[in-house]
Structure formats: structure tokens, C-alpha cells
T-cell receptor, first 109, second 112 residues
Framework: GQNIDQPTEMTATEGAIVQINCTYQ??????LFWYQQHAGEAPTFLSY??LDGLEEKGRFSSFLSRSKGYSYLLLKELQMKDSASYLC??????????WGAGTKLIIKP | DVKVTQSSRYLVKRTGEKVFLECVQD?????MFWYRQDPGLGLRLIYF???????EKGDIPEGYSVSREKKERFSLILESASTNQTSMYLC???????????FGSGTRLTVV
């Protein structure tokens, strides 16, 4: 079957660094997406990885290891506005996104 | 700024009513999707469409139907609303298979 696993909730301190992990099992693989979703709002695109390695975009970075079926989202210099849910989604061989349930990130002052 | 627009942010309907949720995108995207999102369950695909007049069932199509008469518009229909269809409904579109989705702002539907 197809499955995406990520922690349900994480807590971090303003100014710190947090890593949100995601493991995936998909039928075929066409890339791994990360989305941010603030409470009551729509998900917004953060990153897309299809090759192994780290992609950096400002304070956010995303890493992929295809051999391990593993990805992480790294958030640096955390700000209160980063409090949100972070959704991991793998794209299968039919180019459909398989979604994780999301990780709720709580930032404390 | 590119947009996916859902017609209503909040809706309250009665059990047994026929409900229409409208989604319009202005990006000339081929692919459109309807999801529902419930706490702890993540996004679940209801229906999708890769072209005008084309529709495919997703993972949870029961109790729903869709219509795509024009490229920019993808409608979700609840034939006879039930309380277990109370949820957040999200519409999304993308320009091609290897692209990310752009989501609408969502419709929070309550069926009483």
C-alpha cells in the first residue's frame, strides 16, 4: 500500500531550528512535496524534491533520500508566524499526490 | 496573481439537500482536484479531472459527483448531503503532472 508518515505535533522555540521528518511508501515515485497550512487556510507550496540531496530556500530547506524513502523539512531562525501544519506528500507513478496527515508545529516565545 | 477561487468560505446545509461547491481557476490549468480534509486524516481525494468533460474517481467518491464543462471550472456535487459530509473541502489545480498544486481557500461545510 501507499503511506506517508510524519509526526503529529512538534514544539520549538522562537529563533531555534526544527526538523520535521517524513517517511514515504508510494507505488513508483515522482517526487516529494512539502506544503505549509495555517489554521483555517489552504495549503501553500513550500518545496519539491525529486533528486537526492538538500534544497535550500531562505530559512527553509528540504532534503530527500530516495533509497531510504525519507525526507525532512528544516526550518531555521523560527518565527512565530511559522506556527502552522506542515504537510508532506509523495507523488506516485500515476502522478497522484499521497498526503501525510500533517505535522502541527507550535512555536513558543 | 494566479488564483483558485472557491465560491463559498462557509456553508450550512440540511441533511438531504443537494449541495454544489464551485471552483474556478484562472491559470489555464489542465488538472483539477477536489479533496476533503478532516482532523487527523489528512487530505483525501474525492474526484479529479485531467481535461474538460473528463472525471475520475479518487479514494472516497461515494456520495459525491463532479462536473467539468469548462476548463476553468470544476464543481463538486453532494447528491444528498449527510452529516458525515461535514468537512473542509479544498479545490486544487496544477498545470501538469510534475507540478505542485495551487489550492483554493477552502469551503467549510456543515451539514445539520
Amino acid at each position: 500500500g501507499q503511506n506517508i508518515d510524519q509526526p503529529t505535533e512538534m514544539t520549538a522555540t522562537e529563533g531555534a531550528i526544527v526538523q520535521i521528518n517524513c517517511t514515504y511508501q508510494t507505488s513508483g515515485f515522482n517526487g516529494l512535496f512539502w506544503y505549509q497550512q495555517h489554521a483555517g487556510e489552504a495549503p501553500t507550496f513550500l518545496s519539491y524534491n525529486v533528486l537526492d540531496g538538500l534544497e535550500e530556500k531562505g530559512r527553509f530547506s528540504s532534503f530527500l533520500s530516495r533509497s531510504k524513502g525519507y525526507s525532512y523539512l528544516l526550518l531555521k531562525e523560527l518565527q512565530m508566524k511559522d506556527s502552522a501544519s506542515y504537510l508532506c506528500a509523495g507523488m506516485d507513478s500515476n502522478y497522484q499526490l499521497i498526503w501525510g496527515a500533517g505535522t502541527k508545529l507550535i512555536i513558543k516565545p | 496573481d494566479v488564483k483558485v477561487t472557491q465560491s463559498s468560505r462557509y456553508l450550512v446545509k440540511r441533511t438531504g439537500e443537494k449541495v454544489f461547491l464551485e471552483c474556478v481557476q484562472d491559470m489555464d490549468h489542465e488538472n483539477m482536484f477536489w479533496y476533503r480534509q478532516d482532523p487527523g486524516l489528512g487530505l483525501r481525494l474525492i474526484y479529479f479531472s485531467y481535461d474538460v468533460k473528463m472525471k475520475e474517481k479518487g479514494d472516497i467518491p461515494e456520495g459525491y459527483s463532479v462536473s467539468r464543462e469548462k476548463k476553468e471550472r470544476f464543481s463538486l456535487i453532494l447528491e444528498s448531503a449527510s452529516t458525515n459530509q461535514t468537512s473542509m473541502y479544498l479545490c486544487a489545480s496544477r498545470s501538469g503532472f510534475n507540478y505542485g498544486y495551487t489550492f483554493g481557500s477552502g469551503t467549510r461545510l456543515t451539514v445539520v
